[in-house]
């Protein structure tokens, strides 16, 4: 039985191309009603494209070929939820099945996730009438998922300090008060072993200060930057609701957009996003600093690849300017979750050499550097 099962998933990973040479095993019908040749007709929609204009087309007395809709369906009967992902970030991304995204009833079909949103900010100029509604209401599901995983961390990085007097329900690391842990804990220091051993581990509590700080972030907005830009605009939104925090958001590309009015609707945010073109990292700070009022309660937050298009030159002179006038310069290569840097290392040295911090960061550690900084 083994033996016909690793033959038909090499079937299933030949295609059906190869079914002339290779032939499905005794073991081709599978659990509820489902065969192989179900398995392979759903893979070869989308897998075939591999073969570009050389692909073998033949006659045959099988099923008619899927339609998108058709397929959509089909895939989520056949495969697990973290395979029907797979196969529709393939779709989308690898083979761009655009007519994924013409149709209402398709999109609906989708799995909305981040990649889905990557897919719908790219492709959005393409939508119309029920299709632009239907890719709305995904934008803002995801969007408010991605705000509800982060507002916990992020309230708790900037709503307060420590409040060492009063205790805490909340039982964790960030909580931990170690002084008094100790203090509390000496009379059960164990001599001859050396250790400290604790019957009681305690925690502080956050005060809130509302002394208002403002944040400006600037995005920028080329194709490389996408996750940035998505994490960004809803942390931003983030930011707008916590009462010490006046926030801008600002992205860019050769022009400059501030969406600062936009920050409590985080779908006009992500869909006023225009991808690609030039980037103009100078240009943009230059607005940034007029958005500037108290130098000294202030954090200029740059997102960006600092791959600048309009020469470093420039780009040091402003930057210079907002270091000097006391307000915070904070250069972040990467926002997605996993914080990978991609960036212009030597545009990084020197940004970092006049003062700015720069550094990659998820959106949770941004939230605990603001926290540090306001404190």
């Not at 994924?100 to 393409?126: C, F, G, S, V, Y």
């Not at 509590?205 to 509302?210: C, G, P």
């Not at 420039?314 to 915070?328: K, P």
């Amino acid at each position: 039985m083994r033996d016909t099962e690793v033959l038909n998933r090499w079937r299933l990973i030949l295609g059906k191309n190869a079914g002339g040479q290779l032939s499905f095993g005794d073991g081709a019908a599978l659990e509820n009603g489902i065969s192989c040749f179900d398995l392979e007709e759903a893979l070869d929609f989308l897998y075939s494209r591999e073969a570009g204009g050389d692909v073998r087309r033949e006659g045959g007395t099988e099923a008619s070929c899927l339609t998108a809709a058709a397929w959509i369906t089909k895939i989520r009967k056949l495969f697990p939820k973290e395979t029907v992902e797979i196969l529709e970030r393939h779709a989308l991304e690898r083979y761009q099945l655009k007519e994924l995204l013409a149709d209402k009833e398709i999109l609906e079909r989708l799995e909305p996730n981040q990649e889905l949103l990557k897919t719908i900010l790219q492709l959005k100029h393409l939508m119309k009438g029920e299709v632009l509604e239907t890719a709305r209401r995904i934008v803002r599901k995801v969007a408010e998922e991605i705000a509800e995983r982060l507002t916990k961390d992020i309230r708790r990085s900037l709503l307060g300090s420590l409040d060492r007097n009063r205790p805490s329900p909340v039982k964790s690391i960030r909580n931990l008060d170690v002084k008094k842990t100790i203090r509390r804990n000496l009379q059960h220091y164990d001599t001859e072993q050396r250790r400290l051993q604790l019957e009681l581990v305690y925690f502080s509590s956050r005060t809130q200060k509302y002394s208002q700080w403002r944040v400006v972030i600037a995005v920028d907005e080329s194709g490389s930057m996408l996750d940035s830009v998505i994490h960004s605009a809803v942390m931003a939104g983030i930011f707008a609701k916590l009462p010490m925090l006046d926030t801008r958001l600002v992205i860019f590309d050769t022009q400059v957009v501030d969406l600062s009015a936009q920050l409590d609707d985080p779908v006009e945010t992500l869909m006023s996003i225009q991808l690609g073109g030039g980037t103009f990292i100078a240009g943009a700070l230059r607005y940034c600093e007029t958005l500037i009022e108290d130098p000294y309660r202030t954090m200029v937050v740059l997102v960006s690849d600092l791959c600048e298009g309009g020469g470093l030159t420039g780009l040091l002179s402003v930057s210079r300017g907002i270091i000097e006038s006391g307000a915070r310069l904070i250069c972040l290569t990467s926002l997605d979750m996993e914080a990978n840097p991609v960036y212009d290392r030597r545009t990084a040295e020197a940004l970092a050499e006049l003062g700015a911090f720069v550094g990659a960061m998820t959106p949770e550690a941004l939230g605990d550097f603001m926290g540090n900084v306001m404190r």
